[in-house]
Structures are given as C-alpha cells and as structure tokens.
C-alpha cells in the first residue's frame, strides 16, 4: 500500500476528521501512482515497503516483486550511500535531499531525492518516503553550457576585434588577445585594470554617462577616445551590451571595440573603413550561406552516397549470383563467406556448405598450404593474378585466379575478393596447339633441310653436269670456227654471236647454281658466302652493298649458316623488290657466344601496317630464327630506311 501522508496534516477529531482523512490518503494514493518521479517506502533496514509503478519500471521489474527486498539487493555498489541519508532521517526525525548517481539498467543516471520520515503519533519514525527524480539532463545541460562557454571563449580569443567584459565599476573581466594590442598592453596584463587608466578626465565622464543609460537599458555604440601606456592615443569604435543578474541586478558590460584612429583622421580612410566593415559583414553572411550549403550539399552526397551504394551492392549480388565464373569472399581468417552458384556447382554442392570453410577442407593440404601463402600477400593490399591448379572431386582442374583486397569505409582491408575460371579446357587445347605447331615446325624444318639438300643436289648437277655441256659446247664451237674458210665473214660473225651466248649462258647458270646453293657456304663458310652474295646483289641491282664480317674466329655449324645465309638473302631480296634504297649495310659479328646480323638499308622505310600484316618471307625469316632458339626483329631505321636484326645462339650451333 502507499505510504499514509495523511500522517503529515494536522490531525482532525471526530468522524468528519476521518471521512477528510480517508479522502485525503486516497487522493494521495492516486497522485502516487500516477507520478512519474519514482515514490517509494523504507524501513530502517532500507527494506522496501512499497513502491509505485515508475520506480518498479525504472529498475524493470515487477513492484509486488520488490515489497520486502532490501536496497542491496539492487544497488549492491551505492548502497552505503544511498542508506547513509537514511540512517541520517532515523536518527534526526529530519527529512534530507540528497544528489546520487547510480547504474540502473546498465545506464548512468543522476537522481535528486527527498527523504520525508513517517511518524506515529508518539513522534517516533516508522518509515521513510523517498521521492527520487531523474536529474540526469541537468548534468548533459551542464556539460553543453560548459562547452558552449569554451567555444564562445575560442571564438573571442581567435576574433581580430577587441572583445571584453567589464563589471559595474568599470573593470576588466574579460578581454582578448586583440585588446590587450589596442590597448598597448602585454598579454594578460588588461585584466582587473580600470577603464578610467586609458581615458582622460572627459573621457571618464563619457564613460559613466553610457554606462548610466546602459542601466537603464539602452545599448550602446559609441566613440571613446583612449591613451595607450606608450602614450599613442587611440580612437575606439565601442559596442556594449549591458549584464544583468537574474535578479536583475546590473551586473556590467559585454563590449566590442575597434581601433578608427585614421578613419577620424581621414575623412576617406573613414568611408572605406565603413565600406570595409559591411563588406566584412557580407563575407561573414556569405560565408555562413556557403556553410550552409556546403553542408546542404555534403549531406546531400552522402545520401546520393548511400544511393549509390545500395545500387552499386545490388548489382554486385545480381552480377555475384549470375556470374558463370567461381566467384567467393573470405574473412582474414581465409574462410569462406560467400560463394555464388557457379562455385557451388563446381562442387556439386550447396553454398552454404561451402560459406565457413578454409582453403585445406575444400581443396586438402597441398593447395591450402599454398594459398595460405599467395592470401596473406593479398590481405597485404597486393592484387594477385595467376593460374592455379586444384584437385576437386579427384579431377584435376586449371583456374585463372584474381584476387583482390577488400576494405572498409576506413580503407582497412577486412577480406578478399576473388574470381576464378575453370581454363582446364583451354589449357588442353593451348597443349595441343603447342605439340601441333611444335610437329609443324619440326615438320617446316624437315623440308627445309630436304629443300636445301635437293638444291644443293640440283646445284651440284647444274654445275657439273650442265656446266660440263656448256664448256664442251665452247670448244666444239671454238673447233668449228677454225675449220671454216676465212672467206665466210658471216659464218665467223653468227659462231662469234654463238660462242658470247654460250658465255652468258654459262653465268646463268653458274648464277642459278648459286642462288640454289652457293658453294663459297659449304667449302668457305658463311662470311665469304654473304661477301659473294652482297657482291652479286650489288652487281645485279646497282645498289651499294657495304659488308662488315668478323664472325670467322667462331664455328658455326652447317644448320645454322644455311637458315642465316637464306634469311640475309630474303632481307636482299626485299630491299631490292620494294624499299627503293641506294645502299646497304650488312654486319656480322659474334657478341658472348650469340651470332648477331644487321642489315639496314636507307630506302623508304617499312610501315606500320606492313608489320602488322607480314609477308611470307619475313614469317620464313622469323621462324627460321625461332627454329635456331634465336630472334628476329625488323622496323624502322630512324628517320628513313628499314633494320633487320637476327641473333643466334652458337651453343652447340
């Protein structure tokens, strides 16, 4: 039951006395329960012997639960303190107020409470009502005002105008560092001086007259003349506000002042200051407007932010789940969680079996030992793209892996990212593209090499056989011209025409001999080879050939001189069918163990397109080097002409 307060009112005699009594103690009950401050009872032990609804609901719990519970039961930390006050009212008969602050519910709160005691009619206390009220919102107020006070502090310390307050005499009790510069006064050394130690004795008497019609509430702005310490006058531009206690005492002044010395010298100076003070108003009112927008705009980017996040996640989880490739994320833990359907088919498994696990369950020790690895690289910020091979299912498959760090807003990374693509198909058919064009290149070099052993065969019967035929052929001629009479001129002159037509048969053939295959290659070697074809070439095209061959000391095998003598005779053949040149210069030389050839040339140059688009001779020429384990390389030759280089290694050429 609620505590009887009609103990607390004079008593009354007779029945009407306990009708009003009655009434009054049910009022009271009602405006108990309907309170919002928590009211409850207490004996001496600080047993609780009632409590209303707001003071059950503040501790969350039941009121009936609580009548003959003890205070310790629910503040076992404060219950010395709050039994403290109770003991006092015991004791003393006196009711206390008393401030406590206490965890309830796992909050910090502020309570004023009053402590009235409960007497019998002998005057003894029987118990004690505690009317607790949450005063927590005084202490944020406090501490709101106490920065408010800091910041306006700030404020008036980094202001360039003069700031101060004074009291009722005229002192100071504020100023900043800006009026302690007009002033002509060291840092800190304005405080508690008078007003009337800067003015002259008709200042002072300015002075009081503002201040009287401060009093009486009237602001002020007004001009004062002052004298500064260093003995500067100065003329101020004052704004005051007077101070009033609540009780409306006058209490002093709030003023801002502004040293106008020149702007009274100077009529000008005077309106370009006013000018200057409302464009500093302007700035100040434009400046708040751009905060303001600044701020209107800020949040409204954080919204279209928060937009686009919500879209940018939406198309990551369509792309996440319809993606064909394995795409998962894992924790820095390295355990999955997320994976898409296309991972979890690869595992013919449901993704939620697959989110939780590591890198070992999924793939075994091999592979989770290496991705422990290539993952702490990843959580380092390092994006990782390489090709991986797993085992799944007991078949072994390919993967092309990118991985990527994954970071919070506060660009800590919190995970990894990943794709990776089944390639196992490609792979194979990338192996059996190798082994087919490795068949086909062994292939092109086998008829090469019977290509060039038919024409060396060719050229040796050409030689012999044809050229045998063709001397024979001279001497019957030569035999038949001396057997004819001097007296047949024209007979002479058509064997004489005859015999010049089997000489140039005869270099034909000793030309096409050596265009098959020149015999300077096999009895002298590959430099007089080239000498003997840049010397042809020159002699055949008019195009000046200059050749510098210092290769000699080094052996080069039979293979290799055939493909490098046939590459340097297709590179002739093309400067003299398209690059217009009018000379050549055809190097050779052994550079730490590797053949290198140089043919430049100064005609038009090659294109762009022409490299994009090769002819078949320069694809022989590049794959005869490749075949040789060497490279081939042609382009431009600086501002005009066209460059082949072909390098060779000699191991075991």
């Known amino acids: 039951m609620p505590p009887d307060y009609s103990r607390l009112h004079p008593k009354r005699s007779g029945e009407v006395g306990r009708e009003d009594a009655s009434a009054s103690g049910a009022h009271y009950r009602r405006l108990i329960e309907a309170a919002d401050d928590a009211i409850f009872q207490l004996d001496r032990s600080g047993n609780y012997l009632y409590i209303n609804e707001a003071g059950a609901g503040r501790l969350g719990v039941q009121k009936e639960a609580m009548i003959g519970r003890n205070v310790r039961d629910y503040f076992p930390a404060e219950a010395a303190s709050l039994l403290e006050p109770l003991d006092s009212v015991f004791s003393t008969g006196q009711g206390v107020s008393v401030l406590r602050r206490m965890k309830i519910q ?39 005002a106490k920065t408010n006070q800091r910041r306006i502090r700030e404020l008036f310390t980094n202001m360039g105008e003069g700031v101060g307050i004074v009291d009722a005499e005229e002192r100071f009790r504020f100023v900043n560092p800006a009026a302690h510069a007009i002033f002509g006064v060291p840092l800190g050394q304005l405080k508690s001086r008078n007003l009337r130690e800067f003015v002259t004795e008709e200042g002072w008497q300015q002075i009081l007259r503002e201040s009287l019609q401060r009093r009486q509430g009237v602001r002020n702005s007004y001009q004062l003349d002052i004298i500064r310490p260093d003995g500067q006058r100065r003329v101020l531009q004052v704004t005051v506000t007077a101070r009033h206690s609540r009780s409306g005492t006058y209490l002093g002044a709030f003023g801002v002042f502004y040293d106008i010395t020149l702007q009274k010298r100077i009529e000008e100076a005077l309106r370009r200051t006013g000018e200057e003070l409302e464009e500093r108003v302007a700035q100040r009112t434009a400046q708040l407007s751009r905060v303001v927008e600044e701020l209107q705009r800020e949040i409204s980017e954080r919204e279209q932010a928060v937009r686009a996040q919500k879209v940018s996640e939406s198309r990551f989880r369509a792309v996440f789940d319809t993606a064909l490739d394995s795409v998962f994320i894992k924790d820095r833990e390295l355990r999955y969680r997320a994976v898409n359907a296309a991972m979890a088919r690869l595992f013919e498994r449901p993704a939620g079996e697959l989110v939780g696990k590591s890198e070992y369950e999924l793939f075994g020790q091999e592979s989770g030992d290496r991705t422990k690895v290539e993952d702490a690289a990843v959580l380092s910020g390092k994006i990782l793209d390489q090709e991986a091979t797993n085992v799944i299912g007991g078949v072994s498959r390919v993967f092309h892996v990118i991985k990527v760090p994954m970071r919070d807003s506060s660009g800590a990374i919190v995970g990894i990212c990943g794709i990776a693509r089944d390639i196992t198909q490609r792979k194979a058919g990338e192996e059996e593209l190798r082994k087919s064009r490795e068949r086909l290149r062994l292939l092109t070099a086998s008829l090469e090499s019977n290509r060039e052993e038919e024409s060396k065969r060719i050229s040796r019967e050409i030689h012999d056989e044809l050229g045998q035929n063709l001397t024979a052929a001279k001497y019957e001629v030569a035999d038949l011209r001396k057997a004819i ?132 001779g320069l694809l022989g020429m590049e794959e005869r080097a490749r075949r040789l384990g060497g490279q081939f390389q042609i382009g431009p030759a600086g501002v005009k002409g066209t460059k082949v280089d072909i390098v060779i290694p000699l191991k075991g050429a």
């Open 485 to 616: 009479p001097s007296d047949h001129p024209e007979l002479e002159s058509r064997l004489d025409s005859l015999n010049r037509r089997l000489d140039s048969v005869t270099e034909d053939v000793k030309r096409i001999a050596r265009n098959l295959r020149p015999p300077l290659l096999d009895h002298f070697g590959l430099e007089a080879a080239l000498e003997c074809l840049a010397s042809d070439f020159q002699q055949r095209t008019g195009i000046q050939c200059k050749c510098e061959l210092r290769a000699s000391s080094h052996p080069i095998a039979e293979a290799t001189a055939t493909s490098v003598f046939r590459m340097c005779q297709e590179a002739l053949t093309n400067v003299a069918r398209h690059a217009h040149a009018s000379q050549i210069e055809l190097s050779l030389h052994c550079d730490h163990d590797e053949l290198v050839v140089q043919i430049i040339d100064d005609g038009r140059g090659i294109t762009t397109e022409e490299l994009r688009k090769p002819t078949l």
């Open 106 to 144: 796992q909050k910090t709160v502020d309570f004023s409470a009053v402590l009235v005691p409960l007497k019998s009619r002998e005057g003894v206390v029987e118990s004690v009502v505690v009317i607790a009220r949450d005063v927590s919102w005084i202490r944020s107020l406090t501490a709101a």
